[in-house]
């Protein structure tokens, strides 16, 4: 889950990150009542979920409330990748010495947490690993160490010189990885974090922009994050009702509807439909529950889809009983209409009894997920013709 910079902000003050001060706003004289209060030079950010603001034009500076007013009314007449700004952030401007990049996120192929730092800062962190990888230093945090004192100095000395800002950013770097792990983050940066005032014995670092990105699968964990999700961004109605049904959906352009407990399984499940030729319309992960209602949900979600010519149900029963994804299915049969075949693969718990619940109702499951995927593709095909 994403949230905005000036949400991002309000996480990283609440742990001692140091940020500007700043608000967000929904309608150009809110932006000028703000610019008002701070009663200095500010910088109205578009807040959307994209990069490229600034490109785009979605970030300006206004020298006055009157300036303000009129860069804010701008800049909510926008569209920024095909999304419409709708909120904006008035922060206090100010001067910056130099430019950083601080992020963490995790590298799965290490199973550990990374922390990026750079010189090269207030750019698109990609641009510069695909064009200067060399200016890109990663630090791997063991998950059973966690940061230690040594990676904070390796990383603050590679920045800086001088003493006041390596403490500073220790200190940083500390909280960051706060943030990170104690709200289940994905990704938590700083881009840029800078040296201001200029010129001055007196600088102090600060964060001018925050990114944070939530794992979804984390969020059961902080339930108040919820309240952070932008209701006005534009997704799927399929995808929000299934996520309200403790399903995971994503829609996706092809013609085989996909039910299946588990993401690695609904991974495996897509990769060999387009082996054998098929197209798979979805993927939906049931999860680990023993509901029958959520095969009904999954068939009342999947076949809102015209272009649906088959239905795959590919369950291995771990903690999801085969016999209650066939009753599940049963259900669902007796509440719509089900007008595309269905083609279904169970192995694991009860899967006999499954069966049997199955074949007294004209329903057959294979063993096999070779055999079933040959044949729902070969329906699907059928379907089209």
Known sequence: MKIHEYQAKDIFE??????????????AQEAKIIAEELGSTVVVKAQVHVGGRGKAGGVKIAHNPDETYSIAQTIL?????????????????????????VGITLDLSVKKIVFLVSKA?????EEVAATQPEQIIKVYIDPLLGLQPFQKRQMAYALFSKKDHIHQAMDIFEK???????????????????????GTETSTLLALDAKVVFDDNGLIRHPELEALRDMDVIEEEDEVEARNNGLTFIKLDGEIGCIVNGAGLAMATMDIIKLFGGE????LDVGGSSNPNKIVKAFQIILKNKKIKAVFINIFGGITRCDDIANGLLEAHKQMD???????????????????ILNSAHFSAYASMEEAVTQVVELAKRGQA
């Open 14 to 27: 609440q742990y001692g990150i140091p940020v500007t001060k700043g608000r967000m706003a929904r309608t």
């Open 77 to 101: 007449g926008l569209e920024i990748k095909g999304l419409p700004v709708k909120k904006i952030l008035v922060a206090e401007a100010v001067e910056i010495a130099k430019e950083f990049y």
């Open 121 to 125: 800062g207030g750019v698109d962190i």
């Open 176 to 198: 960051l990885y706060r943030v990170f792990c104690g709200l289940d983050c994905s990704l938590a940066e700083i881009n840029p974090l800078v040296i201001t005032p200029t």
């Open 280 to 283: 798979p319309a979805n993927f």
């Open 338 to 356: 089900i007008h595309v075949p269905v083609v279904i693969r169970l192995a694991g718990t009860n899967e006999e009894k499954a069966r049997t």
